[in-house]
Every structure is written in C-alpha cells, then in structure tokens.
C-alpha cells in the first residue's frame, strides 16, 4: 500500500494535478501573448512547492533511512530518493526558467511545459522505487515525454531525425530492462527489489549465470539514459538536435535517473551474486571518460561538445560505483558528483541557450567576442566549463578529488584502484583542451561584430542562480557533502545477505 503523505506521494499530487491542468487552463486562455509566461509561471510553482516538500520532509527530524530496500509496497521514503529529487527539481526549475525566453516565439506551450513536469515525475519516482515494476512505469513516465519534447522544433529536420534515433534506443533500452526484470522474475518469484536481491544472493550455483545475465542486461539498458560506453551512440545527436533547453533536461536530469536506478539495482545486485564486478565497471568506466573526451575534442558545434562532455561525466560518476566496495566514500563521491553536475551542466547548456535565443549560433564561430557582446552568459559558461573540468575552488573540483581520492584508497585492496584515479586525473587534463577552446573564443578571438546583445532577464536568473552554486559550494561544499554521506547506504555489502 502506498501512503498518500509520503514525500514521493505528494510529490506525485502537486506535479501530476498541474500537468494535467495546464492543458486546461490552455483551452480556456484566449490570450496567446500570454500564454508562455502563464505556464512557465505555473509550472516553476508547482516545481518550488514540489522541492519544498521534499527539503521539509529530510530536515523535518523525523529518522529517515539512507537507503531503504524495504519490502512494504513499491516505492519507500528516503534520503536517497530525496537526494536524487532536489537534484531533479533543481534541473527541472532551470530548466523550465530558461524556457520563458527560450519558448517565447514558439508555440504549443501548454504541451511543453506539461511534458516537463510529466518526465519530473518519473524521475523523482525512479529514486524512490523499490519495486521492479514501479521502477519500469517510472521509467517510461520519465522518458516518453522526453521523446516528444527532443522532437519539439517539428520545423528542424535535424531535431526530428534526433528524435527518432533517442526513440529507437529509448525503446531498444525499456525492452532490454523488462526482459532483465523478466528473468530476475522468474528466478526469484517475486518484483520487490530487496526480496528479488536477497533470493539472488541465494541462487543455486547453476542459475547463478542467469542472475548475471539479467544484471548485465540491467546494464546495458540503465547505461544508456546513464551515456556510458558504448551505449552512448544517441547521447550527441541528440542533446544538440533537441531544443537546448531540453538538452539541459536531458544532460543534467534524466542522466542522472539512469545512476539512481543503478544504485538500487545493479551494485547491489552484482553483490549479492558474489562476482568481481568492480573491475568491470571500472574498465566502463575509463572507456566512457577516455571515448567522452576524445569525442568533444573533434566537434565544432558547442552542444555536441557539451553532449560528448556530459558522456566523459559519467565516467567520472562511475568511478565511485567501482570502488565502493572498497574505499567508504566511494558512493558519497559519486552522489556528490551527481548533485554538482546537475547545475554545473544545467549552466554550461543553458549558457549555450542564451546565445542561441540572442545570435542564433551553434558553432564555436559563433562564440568569437562573446565575452563583450554577451558578457553575463560568458562568465557563467566560463566558471561552469572550469567547474566540470575540476578547476579549484569551483565546486566540480571537489567532488572530483573525492571521487579520485576514494579510487587511490581503494588501493589498499585492490590493485587497480590507483590507476583508476590517474585514468580520471588525466582524462580531466584532457578536457581542459575543449573547455579551454570555448573559453579562448570567447575573450580572445574577436568576432564579426561587437555589438553589445541584450541577455534575457529569465535566462540570466537562472544563469547567476548557477553562477552562485558552483562558486559558493565551491569555497563551502560541507553541506552538499553532508547530505551525499546521509543519503549514501554506506558499506554496500551489508545490505545484501552475500553467498
């Protein structure tokens, strides 16, 4: 049974009543000038009192748990679940801020603005899940709206030959999921994720190649919304072929879905069925940040740069997955990581989505002079490329050295943990060449024009907003970390009954 005053429930209530009335209001409201700025202010609303909820419910002093797996209904009230959902709200708020101007001369509003708040559920409800068949109707929620949204500009053939390559393996990814739950079913009679890992961590030594069947296709089906090689194939074409505001969502959102449904399952499940399983995830994850970076080097389009970026990003992320058994901070690194990342890239595209709205530029060209003509967007896209490169005191650089730092402790017991450390050390140099390639256009290289460009007031709220995150928890990052560490489950191993 669900309880309707859980923090997912009304959640659920707030964001699903004005999702479904906007629609409404739309066929009421006769005047279309407004129409934009109505929604948009509806819909951020509904956002705050959403984020509202779940900040009262994690300091309201009641005990919550880290990381529940309870086996009492489908989803549970955590921390974790409550980490994850500031995380998506913070990205959904920017995002659907930067919309106001990004929207204003286009039309179907109503539907945008609905589809956001539509795919916020979903991924609020993925963090929450503790139940197979919850997680896959909080998938879908979460990523068919996405589907609609990346094929927004209908006008653009290149948005919509986007569109169909993220739904194809978007549908390709959900089919591999349910055949993963399916065998993970049938092995274990039951879809509740803590009962199905407990029964694992029993199976006979027969089956047990099933059970890592079903993991490894847990996988290859969450790797994709998570942009890990090698199934990152869609991840560019579609962050720059999608409207940038929806790229944003994208990047920095549902991205981050990908990594909460992976801890639930995949971690603990791989330790449940006793298998040496971090080194594989180390291997992934020095391809995805050496493929990532490599990948940005080659464009000249700043989306593709930033979609490439986001691909070396959850490389990074991925470090602390694979040491976790080994190093105690391994997933507060990453959940660290997670919730920086999400307004270090929220600002770098939304960056690129003033200039697009301002001079209609896509191209590094395009970024020539753009410290005079648009000098708000530049420094924000700056100290957010310096931010995600690990660049001191911006708060990138500290949830990278946590992330490092728990990979060379790790060596204590394995032998491959100190290399996993130099693979992102030096990948993180690496980066600095397109970042720095951005920032050279921008101040150094002089443009056709210097004419001085009006930034738009919402996206340069929601640029300062992010400008102020990355620089405060850059010099205070205790309180992001703090709340990384309660919603951590902490020593993995514990919470499964290991063969």
């Known amino acids: 049974m669900v309880d309707i005053f859980s923090t997912p429930s009304l959640v659920t209530i707030v964001l699903g009543t004005v999702a479904l009335l906007i629609p409404v209001i739309d066929a009421l409201n006769k005047e279309k000038s407004s129409k934009n700025k109505v929604y948009s ?30 086996s009492d209904g489908v989803i549970t009230d955590d921390v974790f679940g409550g980490f994850f959902s500031i ?37 609020i409800l993925i963090g929450y899940s503790t139940d197979f068949v919850m997680l896959l109707v909080s998938w879908e ?36 999921i349910i055949l993963a739950m399916g065998i ?21 030594t027969e089956l047990i190649p099933f059970g890592l069947l079903a993991v ?22 579609t962050y720059s072929g999608a409207p940038t505001t929806v790229g944003t969502l994208l990047a920095a959102g549902t991205k981050k879905a990908g990594f909460a449904a992976a801890i639930r399952v995949i971690v603990i499940g791989l330790i449940a069925l006793n298998v040496q399983w971090a080194f594989v995830l180390a291997i992934i994850a020095i391809f995805t940040m050496t493929i990532g970076n490599l990948g940005a080097l080659t464009q000249r389009s700043v989306p593709r740069i930033l979609a490439y970026s986001s691909v070396a990003q959850a490389g990074y992320i991925l470090i602390g997955l694979a040491v976790a058994p080994f190093a105690a ?15 270090m890239k929220s600002g770098a595209f939304i960056a690129a989505a003033a200039v697009i709205v301002v001079i209609s530029g896509y191209t590094l060209d395009k970024y020539k002079g753009l410290g005079y003509r648009m000098p708000i967007t530049a420094i924000v896209m700056t100290i957010s490329l ?15 050295l946590l992330l490092f730092g728990s990979a060379i402790d790790s060596g204590q017991l394995i032998w491959w943990g100190p290399y996993l450390a130099i693979a992102g050390i030096l990948n993180s140099a690496l980066s600095l060449g397109y970042y720095a390639l951005i920032i050279r256009k921008m101040y150094l290289d002089e443009g056709e024009n210097r004419v001085r460009q009006k930034e738009p007031k919402s996206l340069v709220a929601v640029l300062i907003f992010a400008l102020g995150f990355m620089v405060i928890f850059g010099i205070w990052y205790g309180p992001i970390l703090d709340f990384a560490s309660m919603a951590s489950p902490g020593d993995l191993t514990q919470l499964v009954p290991v063969r």
């Open 216 to 237: 490894g296709l847990f996988v290859a089906g969450f790797g994709f919304k998570m942009g890990l090689v090698p199934f990152h194939m869609w991840l560019p074409d």
């Open 184 to 204: 993970v079913y049938g092995l274990t009679g039951t879809t509740n994720i803590y009962d199905s890992i407990v029964a694992l961590s029993e199976l006979k």
């Open 141 to 176: 929620l979460m990523s068919i709206p996405t589907y609609a949204l990346a094929a927004f500009s209908k006008k653009d053939p290149i948005s919509n030959e986007s569109a169909v390559k993220y739904f194809l393996f978007g549908a390709l990814s959900t089919s591999i």
């Open 386 to 400: 310096l931010a995600l490169a690990g660049i001191p005191p911006l708060n990138g650089f500290w949830s990278k």
């Open 87 to 123: 995380a998506f709200l913070i990205v959904s708020i920017m995002v659907t801020v930067s919309s106001w101007s990004y929207m204003k001369n286009k039309s179907n509003h109503a539907a945008y603005y609905s589809l956001i708040l539509l795919s916020s559920i979903g991924m």
């Open 329 to 343: 901070q391994g997933i507060d690194a990453s959940l660290f990581h997670v919730m920086n990342h999400a307004v």
């Open 41 to 70: 202010g509806i819909a951020f609303g509904s956002l705050v009192l959403a984020l509202v909820i779940v900040i009262a419910r994690i300091v309201s002093g009641e005990t919550l748990p880290a990381l529940s797996l309870s």
